[in-house]
């Protein structure tokens, strides 16, 4: 039972990065997946969440927009596409798993190590 998220770094404010996150262990298409972020000193909180199917997607106000989060059921993975990266967007990402819709980290149990993503201005 493993989430894995890749693709963090270091970017200039402006720029793109995709992070995604590779499911195993669960029937991926059970589950509502969603990245959270949390940044040094701040509580964790939510960014974008996608529905089993892929057919709902959802977005803090913060990121609406600019990110774009889509998954692949044959691949068992679940991305977000981040553009017009800022500073305010450094943190840590993680993804998570829920039976069900929810903008509440409390909601998912299931959680990967998270990737660090850095915007330089």
């Known amino acids: 039972v493993q989430l894995q998220a890749s693709g963090g770094g270091l970017v200039q404010a402006g720029e793109s990065l995709s992070l995604s996150c590779a499911a195993s262990g669960r029937t991926f298409s059970n589950y509502v997946m969603g990245w959270f972020r949390q940044a040094p000193g701040k509580e964790r909180e939510f960014v974008a969440a996608i529905s089993q199917n892929g057919g709902t997607t959802y977005y803090a106000d913060s990121v609406k927009g600019r990110f774009t989060i889509s998954r692949d059921s044959a691949k068992n993975t679940v991305y977000l596409r981040m553009n017009v990266l800022s500073p305010l967007d450094t943190a840590v990402y993680y993804c998570?798993?829920?039976?069900?819709?929810?903008?509440?980290?409390?909601?998912?149990?299931?959680w990967g190590q998270g990737t660090l993503v850095t915007v330089s201005s």
């Open positions: 998570a798993q829920s039976p069900f819709p929810s903008r509440s980290w409390s909601g998912y149990a299931y």
